[in-house]
C-alpha cells in the first residue's frame, strides 16, 4: 500500500469513531446497517472509507462525465440517456444495442461502488478515456482540484427531483430491500420524519440537490443541472442538451434520421423496465449486484406521491423545501 493511502487509512481510523451515528433504513441490505455524518452528510458507515480515499486520491480527468444524482431522482434513465447520446454510433438502437440487453447498472461504473470493493481507486484508472462514471456523493466530496471554480477537471450532469416523489421512490426502494431480509417495512411516518431531519441516504437531500445547484451556477460549463420533471416533459430537448454539453451536439443528418427520437425511445421507461434483462432476476449474471435490475423501476411518474403521502405530509415537504431553497433560484 503507497504511503498516500496509508495516510487516508489512517485519517478514517482516528475519525471513524467520533462520527454521530443512525441506524439506516434498510438494515444490511446495503452491507451497511448505519449511516454515519461526515462533513454533513449521512452516509453508509459501510461506505466511509472509499468515499475518503475518492477525496483523497481520485484522479479525474477532462474527459471524464459524471452522473450525479441524489438516489432515486432518475439515476437509472440518464445512465441510459447519457450512455446512449456518448454511443450512438457504434451501435443500432433496434438490434445490437447494450441497453436491450443490459441494465444500465451494468454499462456504467458507480464511482463509489468499485472503490468500496476494491479499497482502492486504481480500477477506475484502468478504464480508457473517455470514462463515464456514476455516483451519489456529494459536490463537496469530490478533489478540491475539480470542485474549485476555476477547474474544469470534467463533466457532471446531475438530476434533481421534486422532494416529494424522490421521498416516496426512496421508501418503497427500501422496503423491498427490507422484504429480502425478511424485515418488516419501514412505517411511512417513520421514513419521513428521518427524511425531513435529513437522515436519509447522503442526506440530506436538499444540501445534495445544493451542492450541485450552486456549482451549476458558477461553472455552467463544468455542471449541467437537470430536473426529473422537466426531463420527463421534455425528453428530446433534455438529450439535445445533454449533446451540446458533452461536445457532441446532433447534427442535422442526425435530426433527418431521427436519433434524438430513437434515443428517447430506447430509453423510456416503458421500454426498458419491460426488457427482459430489467423484467427478471438472472441469478447468475446479477449475484454481485446489491440491487436486483428490476428494482430500480417501479412507476416512473411524476406526482405519484399524491398516492403516498397525506396532505399534511406534503405540505411539511415543501414547507422544508422553500426553506432550504430559498434565494437559491431552485424551487419545485
Ligand atoms: P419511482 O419510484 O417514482 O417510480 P434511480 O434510478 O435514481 O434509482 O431512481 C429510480 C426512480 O426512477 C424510480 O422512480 C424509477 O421508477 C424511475 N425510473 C427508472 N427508469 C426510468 C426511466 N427510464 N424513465 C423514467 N423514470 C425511470
Known amino acids: 500500500l503507497d504511503e498516500g493511502y ?23 441490505g446495503l452491507g451497511a446497517g448505519q449511516f454515519v455524518q461526515y462533513q454533513g452528510f449521512w452516509i453508509p458507515s459501510g461506505a466511509l472509507r472509499g468515499v475518503m480515499l475518492i477525496h483523497d486520491h481520485f484522479k479525474p480527468r477532462p474527459t471524464d462525465i459524471i452522473l450525479s444524482t441524489s438516489p432515486k431522482c432518475g439515476t437509472t434513465w440518464l445512465r441510459a440517456l447519457i450512455f446512449a447520446v456518448i454511443n450512438r454510433n457504434s451501435y443500432h438502437f433496434d438490434d445490437n444495442h ?3 440487453s443490459s441494465n444500465p447498472q451494468d454499462l456504467v461504473a458507480f464511482l463509489e461502488g468499485h472503490i468500496q470493493q476494491g479499497g482502492s481507486t486504481s480500477f477506475l484508472e484502468t478504464l480508457p478515456s473517455p470514462r463515464f462514471l456514476s455516483t451519489h456523493l456529494p459536490f463537496s466530496f469530490f478533489p478540491n482540484s475539480m470542485t474549485s471554480s476555476a477547474a474544469s477537471a470534467c463533466r457532471f450532469v446531475y438530476i434533481c427531483r421534486d422532494p416529494k ?3 416516496v421512490s426512496m421508501w418503497h426502494f427500501m422496503n423491498k430491500l427490507r422484504a429480502r431480509q425478511e424485515m418488516p417495512p419501514l412505517p411511512i ?20 440537490h445544493l451542492g450541485f445547484w450552486k456549482a451549476s451556477l458558477e461553472s455552467p460549463n463544468m455542471v449541467l ?5 422537466h426531463v420527463k416533459r421534455e425528453t428530446s430537448a433534455s438529450v439535445r442538451k445533454i449533446g451540446e454539453f458533452l461536445d457532441l451536439p446532433f447534427s442535422a443528418e442526425e435530426e433527418n434520421e431521427g436519433i434524438v427520437e430513437k434515443i428517447v425511445h430506447l ?5 426498458l423496465s419491460n426488457l427482459d434483462v430489467n423484467k427478471n432476476v438472472n441469478e447468475e449474471k446479477q449475484r454481485g449486484h446489491l440491487i436486483k435490475n428490476p428494482e430500480f423501476f417501479r412507476k416512473g411518474q411524476v406526482g405519484d406521491w399524491m ?26
Open 267 to 271: 430509453c423510456s421507461f416503458e421500454n
Open 189 to 208: 411516518e417513520h421514513a419521513f420524519d428521518l427524511f425531513c431531519t435529513g437522515v436519509s441516504l447522503n442526506g440530506p437531500f436538499w444540501d445534495h
Open 98 to 100: 447494450p441497453l436491450l
Open 307 to 332: 398516492n403516498h403521502l397525506t396532505h399534511e405530509m406534503a405540505k411539511v415537504l415543501d414547507q422544508i423545501t422553500k426553506e432550504n431553497f430559498q434565494g437559491t433560484g431552485l424551487n419545485f
Open 6 to 28: 496509508q495516510k487516508t487509512y489512517q485519517k478514517f481510523d482516528e475519525i471513524y469513531p467520533t462520527l454521530p451515528k443512525r441506524d439506516d433504513w434498510w438494515g444490511d
Open 225 to 229: 443541472f437537470l430536473k426529473y420533471e
Open 165 to 167: 416523489d424522490a421521498f
